[in-house]
């Protein structure tokens, strides 16, 4: 018997999700504020594949799996019994949160696991609407969720390891890669994309340079490197003692904001500089050095390749 998976939040987010399950072979019942609701975005979402499957995005007899596979249920009831997942996609308002998780975890076997697709509400808050809290946790997708590959996972204080465990695996079921994380305000995805954009926009405000050049150098320079590469591995490749110099020397203007991380310090304090010194924040032994230089060298030379096929985005 196929495992059911029900969404409860069909819109763009939700019914991404759908799509995404329900090509991994999951049943997929899906559930909005209304029947009509859920059967407008069933079929939105079904010209939505046909449209993918057009462009080559989906795989040719997407249609008829997705088809097979995808249920407008007529309530969260209905689509959460005999689940063994259910992905809360709701609008980011807690209240909105907490009475559809009341809903689910009343309605749903006892021992499915509830997860919630947030991208900003503390995981630790929605579970005090989750009866069993043990088997909820933030399973959070990022738009547009059948393309983006990451999937960051988000237990609070008291999940059941076997919860992350078993969330984990319905992901990694459709292709995707998992992190886990603390549950912590922003998490880590929107930490980091945040503080990137904030900075973007103090250059920005200071008229240091104007929105399309920033935009230039992040998607030309270091941004050109991150499909491949984390900002660990980067730094190791570059050298941890650089970093150290680097922040030093925007101390000179921004003392506070650009202060000299601790677990920097140390590393360099300790002689692993990073690739270079074979240790850092990640390991590669010294034989393999040549090996990594030489993917990286021919990942950037692809990614290159497949930019000039693609051309510029439609943006003006």
């Given at each position: 018997?196929?495992?059911?998976?029900?969404?409860?939040?069909?819109?763009?987010m939700?019914?991404?999700?759908?799509?995404?399950?329900?090509?991994?072979?999951?049943?997929?019942?899906?559930?909005?504020?209304?029947?009509?609701?859920?059967?407008?975005?069933?079929?939105?979402?079904?010209?939505?594949?046909?449209?993918?499957?057009?462009?080559?995005?989906?795989?040719?007899?997407?249609?008829e799996?997705?088809?097979?596979?995808?249920?407008?249920?007529?309530d969260?009831?209905?689509?959460?019994?005999?689940?063994?997942?259910?992905?809360?996609?709701?609008?980011?308002?807690?209240?909105?949160?907490?009475?559809?998780?009341?809903?689910i975890?009343?309605?749903?076997?006892?021992?499915?696991?509830?997860?919630?697709?947030?991208s900003t509400?503390?995981?630790?808050?929605?579970?005090?609407?989750?009866t069993?809290?043990?088997?909820?946790?933030?399973?959070?997708?990022?738009?547009?969720?059948?393309?983006?590959?990451?999937?960051?996972?988000?237990?609070h204080?008291?999940?059941?390891?076997?919860?992350?465990?078993?969330?984990?695996?319905?992901v990694?079921?459709?292709?995707?890669?998992?992190?886990?994380?603390?549950?912590?305000?922003?998490?880590?995805?929107?930490r980091?994309q945040?503080?990137?954009?904030?900075?973007?926009?103090?250059?920005?405000?200071?008229g240091?340079?104007?929105?399309?050049d920033?935009?230039t150098?992040?998607?030309?320079?270091?941004?050109?490197?991150?499909?491949?590469?984390?900002?660990?591995?980067?730094?190791?490749?570059?050298g941890?003692?650089?970093?150290?110099f680097?922040?030093?020397?925007?101390?000179?203007?921004?003392?506070?904001?650009?202060?000299?991380?601790?677990?920097?310090?140390?590393?360099?304090?300790?002689?692993?500089?990073?690739?270079?010194?074979?240790?850092?924040?990640?390991?590669?032994?010294?034989?393999?050095?040549?090996?990594?230089?030489?993917?990286?060298?021919?990942?950037y030379?692809?990614l290159?390749?497949?930019?000039?096929?693609?051309?510029?985005?439609?943006?003006d």
């Amino acid at each position: 018997m196929t495992d059911k998976i029900a969404i409860i939040g069909s819109g763009y987010m939700g019914g991404g999700i759908a799509q995404v399950m329900a090509l991994a072979g999951y049943d997929v019942h899906i559930a909005d504020v209304s029947f009509d609701v859920t059967k407008d975005n069933r079929a939105r979402l079904m010209k939505e594949t046909a449209d993918f499957v057009a462009d080559d995005l989906f795989p040719a007899d997407a249609v008829e799996r997705i088809e097979a596979r995808l249920t407008a249920a007529k309530d969260i009831e209905t689509a959460v019994a005999d689940a063994v997942l259910v992905e809360e996609a709701v609008p980011e308002k807690i209240e909105i949160k907490h009475e559809t998780l009341r809903r689910i975890a009343a309605a749903a076997p006892g021992d499915a696991i509830i997860a919630s697709n947030t991208s900003t509400i503390s995981i630790g808050a929605l579970a005090e609407a989750v009866t069993s809290p043990g088997r909820f946790l933030g399973v959070h997708f990022s738009n547009p969720s059948p393309f983006i590959p990451g999937v960051e996972v988000i237990p609070h204080a008291s999940t059941d390891q076997a919860t992350i465990d078993q969330a984990c695996a319905f992901v990694h079921e459709t292709g995707k890669e998992t992190a886990v994380v603390r549950d912590v305000t922003g998490f880590v995805l929107n930490r980091l994309q945040y503080a990137l954009f904030h900075e973007a926009t103090q250059l920005l405000d200071e008229g240091v340079a104007t929105a399309e050049d920033i935009d230039t150098l992040v998607r030309t320079t270091f941004g050109f490197r991150l499909p491949f590469f984390g900002p660990f591995a980067i730094a190791d490749m570059a050298g941890l003692d650089v970093y150290n110099f680097c922040y030093k020397s925007l101390q000179t203007d921004f003392p506070e904001r650009f202060a000299t991380p601790r677990v920097l310090s140390e590393l360099v304090e300790s002689g692993k500089l990073g690739t270079k010194s074979g240790g850092g924040f990640t390991d590669v032994p010294a034989e393999r050095i040549p090996e990594l230089i030489a993917y990286r060298n021919k990942a950037y030379v692809k990614l290159n390749e497949l930019m000039a096929e693609l051309g510029p985005p439609p943006i003006d």
